[in-house]
């Protein structure tokens, strides 16, 4: 309690003559605190209330809501693990099915430096993501004389072992893996001195130093490529058939046959028939798909009536490994590789548009070989026919619940308009990569249903799996 003295001055109380008028001096007491303090219930209070029926019975229904609850979101949360589709297994790779390979059939012809100048453009091949490096042949050996055939021997002409020893290493350590054409009488008229049983008993002999396993018998058509320090076989043959080189990638034990299918100059529906009946038979893991090569020539030159790109996309989309020369990323159609590098020094007006055709068919091979590398469809997924005719063609690749992607390809003169059925296409589909990017621009949307494509023009679509 405190005192509280009020001598305020009344304004309304002042004379008029201005004095003014005191009221007086009053004293009141105050107390300190007049609200009114809640103290709550005691502990004894709140037992006594909690045990009354209606608050144990609250509690017990509280409870059993609280179980139930947990109970039920336990088995939402089992049955919907049990009902997702489940994610298929990853098929067993091989590191040859992880990118495409790139052929250097001379090593003169690519760098004037032989073996010493491969090593020195490792940096330029490794931006094209390649996984694997097919050499030579660069072994000894006199045309047509078979006795002078040593496989473990460097023709100096390439380099020395040193240097073969170098390029190795130096590549391995940016993951590219070194493979060395085997071919026996690559400088002669018969690629096994028309004498394959003796020529294979002399590779079996190597084979079994290097420990590689395989059926010699079915080789003599064969032009062999032994993968260093890995231990694989590889295979190449031209002029055979789908049908004789599917029988023969069975009888042989080699690990990757490149067939040089499909044909460019076959219509589009026999192209179709070809990939089918290789893919049917066979695991992708052992199919090779090269158009060009050193018997073959470029890739520019073999299909001069399409853009380069078109046929950069086919290989790069196909079940198995792509398999290009060196030249082909750039479109170069002939003469000396060393024309890949003369550009690269010569500044001139002359060059400069073949410079610029040069890095645009060079960025598409660098975005093509990207995707290949890092999406499940293009690297293992099941290959599914759309749409074939004499000039286009067009397939579909899906892994599981992984992004889909639609190739389609146009090598006549005319547009065409494909119609495209399959139970999980939708109405559009995203832009990945294209030879008409007037019309078909990276990124755009297109419709699927009724997909129009110029003349000599290829598109890469893809899309989400629908579920």
Not at 54 to 60: A, E, P
Not at 81 to 92: D, F, L, T, W, Y
Not at 295 to 322: C, D, E, K, N, V
Request: charged share 20%.
């Amino acid at each position: 309690m405190k005192d509280v003295e009020l001598k305020e001055v009344d304004q309304e109380k002042q004379l008029m003559t201005g004095q003014t008028q005191i009221n007086g001096c009053v004293k009141v007491t105050v107390p300190e605190n007049a609200g009114v303090k809640y103290t709550g219930l005691s502990k004894d209070e709140l037992i006594k209330i909690a045990s009354t029926a209606g608050w144990v019975r609250t509690r017990w229904v509280l409870l059993v809501l609280f179980w139930f609850g947990w109970i039920g979101m336990l088995a939402g949360a089992i049955v919907i693990i049990v009902q997702a589709p489940r994610c298929k297994p990853i098929p067993e790779m091989n590191w040859w099915n992880e990118g495409p390979l790139y052929q250097i059939s001379d090593v003169n012809e690519f760098s004037e430096n032989g073996l010493k100048g491969v090593e020195e453009k490792l940096d330029y091949i490794n931006q094209m993501k390649v996984k694997g490096l097919v050499l030579g042949p660069i072994h000894t050996v006199q045309a047509d004389q078979s006795s002078t055939l040593e496989l473990t021997s460097i023709n100096p002409e390439f380099g020395s072992e040193s240097q073969l020893i170098s390029l190795l290493d130096r590549a391995h350590r940016k993951g590219i893996s070194i493979v060395l054409d085997l071919t026996p009488n690559y400088e002669g008229v018969s690629a096994w001195f028309n004498n394959a049983a003796s020529v294979a008993e002399r590779l079996k002999v190597s084979a079994d130093i290097l420990k590689v396993k395989f059926d010699f018998r079915a080789l003599g058509c064969l032009n062999v490529f032994l993968l260093m320090t890995f231990r694989a076989l590889m295979g190449s043959v031209t002029g055979l058939s789908a049908d004789d080189a599917s029988h023969l990638l069975n009888q042989s034990s080699v690990d990757l046959l490149l067939t040089g299918l499909p044909d460019p100059a076959e219509p589009g529906i026999r192209q179709a028939q070809v990939i089918q009946i290789l893919y049917a038979d066979h695991l992708q893991t052992s199919l090779g798909w090269s158009l060009s090569g050193r018997t073959l020539g470029s890739l520019a030159s073999r299909t001069p009536a399409a853009p380069i790109r078109l046929y950069q996309m086919l290989l790069f989309t196909l079940p198995g490994t792509p398999v290009f020369s060196a030249g082909d990323e750039v479109g170069l159609k002939a003469g000396k590789l060393e024309a890949m590098w003369d550009l690269e020094s010569q500044a001139d007006d002359d060059n400069a548009t073949a410079k610029e055709e040069r890095t645009a068919v060079c960025d598409f091979f660098k975005a093509l070989s990207d995707l290949k590398g890092k999406e499940r469809s293009l690297l293992h997924g099941e290959y599914i026919s759309l749409h074939s005719s004499p000039t286009s063609l067009a397939f579909l690749r899906l892994w599981d619940q992984s992004e889909r992607f639609l190739v389609a390809l146009n090598w006549g003169n005319d547009s065409v308009t494909m119609t495209l059925t399959y139970s999980d296409l939708p109405a559009e589909a995203r832009v990945r990569a294209s030879t008409d990017t007037e019309n078909l621009a990276v990124d755009s949307k297109v419709s699927v249903e009724k997909l129009e494509l110029g003349p000599k023009q290829a598109v890469l679509l893809s899309y989400a799996f629908p579920g």
